[in-house]
């Protein structure tokens, strides 16, 4: 059998027959890194059980100064751009249209779309549609604080 790379953290072999191991202890992070609480995998299916309204973006997580979001979407949001930021947009469920000025673009699960920063633009969906999205801390969900919704961590 040839032999191919194998990555572990610790060390590189060259051999699929040995079995990788890790003898030293993993990192953990402590009390004062993750805020006194342990670390754990966030589970967005869970955390969008949590929703009710639509268009109501929830945080569920955070790194590196930017929001992990997850959102319930359903009808048409309003036109909008972000002049500082860039937009991300991931699918988990249902389907989303994102409408540009040149046109729209359309994302099913799975599927992520960035929208460039200052770039006006709509999403929509005919069913209701789950989503992830990344901003950084604070941006306003329509692109002006006076008019965007309240996000709270879940």
């Not at 009390?31 to 268009?55: C, F, R, V, Y």
């Not at 389907?95 to 000025?101: F, H, S, T």
Request: glycine share 8%.
């Amino acid at each position: 059998m040839p032999s191919s790379l194998v990555a572990n953290p610790r060390r590189v072999t060259e051999s699929r027959d040995e079995p990788l191991s890790n003898p030293e202890p993993s990192a953990t992070l402590g009390p004062s890194e993750t805020g006194g609480q342990p670390m754990k995998p966030i589970n967005l299916a869970e955390k969008l059980a949590q929703l009710d309204a639509h268009w109501s973006p929830k945080i569920v997580g955070s790194f590196n100064g930017h929001d992990l979001m997850v959102v319930k979407v359903l009808g048409e949001f309003i036109w909008h751009d972000h002049p500082e930021t860039d937009d991300f947009f991931m699918v988990l469920s249902g389907e989303l249209a994102i409408d540009l000025p040149d046109g729209a673009v359309t994302l099913t699960p799975g599927e992520v779309f960035v929208v460039p920063k200052g770039m006006q633009h709509r999403p929509r969906s005919t069913v209701e549609t789950h989503l992830l999205l990344i901003e950084p801390a604070g941006t306003p969900n329509t692109g002006d604080p006076a008019t965007a919704a309240t996000k709270t961590r879940i």
